[in-house]
């Protein structure tokens, strides 16, 4: 049996990265009649699960790339994030499952997978620092504009409205010459 896996509340931007412990044959016959959602729910022992967004494929899948650069191009996983984990991404074989935090909504719980998966690493998502250096232009300051400045509007007249009645006209006038014709 495995370790327990606690998950904390409000879990954003993490990838779990399991092995699957099964012959590659037995997945793909299981996948086969079971979906992949149903079947990720099945492998980590948790029915009530959102495994919508989990990932399960065959390692040779992604032949001259492997799973770490995979992930570090794939997610924007760091480098320095995979960092000693490289070589036992790369040398998986088999079938993996990927799951991501979105399918704990948010709620903090602990996983108890079974023999059939093996945990290789948790990866964090490249996220922005979300902090920028502050606008100085005189132009971004608040109300910096021209005061009192309004779109102009384009200007009305009866121009408009007599084209309309003209090409009216003209239609009416077709129909009838092709109704009397």
Avoid at 15 to 33: G, W
Avoid at 103 to 108: A, D, P
């Amino acid at each position: 049996m495995n370790t327990p896996i606690e998950i904390q509340k409000n879990e954003r931007g993490a990838i779990r990265v399991f092995a699957i412990n099964l012959a590659p044959a037995e997945v793909t016959e299981t996948l086969k009649t079971l979906p992949k959602p149903d079947f990720a729910r099945q492998l980590l022992g948790s029915p009530h699960l959102n495994t919508a967004s989990a990932e399960i494929f065959p390692v040779s899948d992604l032949t001259g790339m492997g799973l770490s650069a995979y992930l570090s191009e794939g997610y924007a996983v760091e480098e320095a994030e995979i960092g000693a984990d490289k070589s036992r991404l790369d040398a998986l074989e088999g079938y993996v499952l990927l799951l991501f935090s979105d399918s704990f909504e948010g709620l903090e719980m602990t996983l108890t997978p079974g023999a059939e998966l093996t945990l290789i690493g948790i990866y964090a998502e490249y996220a922005p620092s979300g902090t920028a250096p502050p606008i100085t232009t005189e132009s971004a300051r608040p109300y910096s504009g021209t005061p009192g400045m309004t779109p102009p509007t384009p200007p009305r007249g009866p121009a408009g409205s007599a084209l309309i009645v003209i090409a009216l006209a003209v239609l009416l006038g077709l129909g009838l010459w092709w109704l009397f014709k």
